[in-house]
C-alpha cells in the first residue's frame, strides 16, 4: 500500500470515526506487511528529502484506521530525554495495545497536538494522564511486551490509541478555555 499524504484519510471522511478491531495473532501475512509500511512511513516521514520527494507529512506515529484499515494497529517512533536530560529513542510496532493503567495526574503539549488526518490547525490542550501502562504485541521484538511510558511517548500512545475509537485530538481540547491548565498538570 502506498501511504503519503494523498493516501492518508482526513476527517472529512467519516470513516475516520470508526472503531478499529483486534487482530488475530500470529499476524497474517496482509497485517504485518501493513504495519511495517506504517512503521516505514513514520521514520521516512521525518527524513526531509524522502517526506519532499514521496509527500510524507512529518509524524511520530500512525494508526491503521488512518489508511483505511479499521485493525489496532499502530507504528510510533519518538525521540525523547530521560530524566538526566539524556536521548531516548522509542520505536514499536504495536498489535492490540491497550492501556492498563493510567496516573491521575494530567499532562499535556504546550504546543498542543497535531494529526496526519487533520490538516487544519486546532488550538488549544489536549489534556491526558502524564502516565500509562500498555499492553501489547510488539513486531519489532517479536514479543508481548508492557511499555511503562511517560510525558511525551505518553501522550503520543495515548493518540494513537485513541484512533481505534474514531476520537481525534481536537475532541479534547475544552472549547470554552482551550488553553486552561488542569491543576497538577505537568507542561511537556
Ligand atoms: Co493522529
Redo the contacts with the bound molecule.
Sequence with gaps: MVINNDTILKDNDPFIRHESVPVELPLSAEDETLLREMFQYVVDSTDEEKAEKYNLRPAV???AI?VGVPKQLTAVVVDDEDKNGNPVHYEYMLVNPKIISSSVQKAYLSSGEG????EEEHQGYVVRSARIKVKAFDLISGKNIEIRARDYLAIVLQ??LD?FKGI??YDHINHDDPFSHPPGAIEI
Design positions: 506515529g500512525i494508526s488512518q494529526c496526519l488526518s487533520v493518540h494513537e484512533h481525534l485530538f
